[in-house]
T-cell receptor, first 114, second 110 residues
Framework: KAGVTQTPRYLIKTRGQQVTLSCSPI?????VSWYQQTPGQGLQFLFE???????NKGNFPGRFSGRQFSNSRSEMNVSTLELGDSALYLC?????????????FGPGTRLLVL | EDQVTQSPEALRLQEGESSSLNCSYT??????LFWYRQDPGKGPEFLFT???AGEEKEKERLKATLTKKESFLHITAPKPEDSATYLC???????????FGPGTRLSVLP
């Protein structure tokens, strides 16, 4: 069974640009969550999508947005990039929503903003 | 506000030297506590989920335990391949978000 895949794996952008990251969940998984990981702040929750609807959102500015498609694939967009957006962006999928569901993480997309 | 702390921040062990990692949490009601292992440059890998105080789970050289305020990840006779950052996360009863701790960076020397 294939795991969570994320594309691209590495990305370099300059300040002010925008970026779109993609996540394909494990087959049959309908919930996708996004996280930002930095050395200073650790892993921080961005948002969760289920059935093409955002169900939860972390404490990030509106420059961070996402969406989910009918096949459960998800994209995350960051507009007007700032240097502080440099991070490893991780997505995780689970079969359903709810506390009993285990999240499985992808390898991440490493974004560098210059 | 939910808080998760982990100690120690870093730990160096000799191969075969057993030890424990700590995860302390503050939530109004715990729905689940999760342990992950993360290797450099990779996403976290799921290890265990614990739901109630007194619960224990084991996998190879790892054993996770849970009390009302903290969880321990016991590593018995570790090997160099156990070197990684170990993360714990909690999910509150009334919430859906996972709150992660800062992690413990474990190095096992041969």
């Amino acid at each position: 069974k294939a795991g969570v895949t994320q594309t691209p794996r590495y990305l370099i952008k300059t300040r002010g640009q925008q970026v779109t990251l993609s996540c394909s969940p494990i087959s049959g998984h309908r919930s996708v969550s996004w996280y930002q990981q930095t050395p200073g702040q650790g892993l921080q929750f961005l948002f969760e999508y289920f059935s093409e609807t955002q169900r939860n959102k972390g404490n990030f500015p509106g420059r961070f947005s996402g969406r989910q498609f009918s096949n459960s694939r998800s994209e995350m967009n960051v507009s007007t990039l700032e240097l502080g957006d440099s991070a490893l962006y991780l997505c995780a999928s689970s079969r359903q929503r709810g506390p009993q569901e285990t999240q499985y993480f992808g390898p991440g997309t490493r974004l560098l903003v210059l | 506000e939910d808080q998760v702390t982990q100690s120690p921040e870093a730990l160096r062990l000799q191969e075969g030297e057993s030890s424990s990692l700590n995860c302390s949490y503050t939530v109004s009601g715990l729905r689940g506590l999760f342990w992950y292992r993360q290797d450099p440059g990779k996403g976290p890998e799921f290890l265990f989920t614990l739901y109630s105080a007194g619960e224990e789970k084991e996998k190879e050289r790892l054993k996770a335990t849970l009390t009302k305020k903290e969880s321990f990840l016991h590593i018995t006779a570790p090997k160099p391949e156990d070197s990684a950052t170990y993360l714990c996360a909690v999910q509150e009863v009334n919430g859906q978000n996972f709150v992660f701790g800062p992690g413990t960076r474990l190095s096992v020397l041969p």
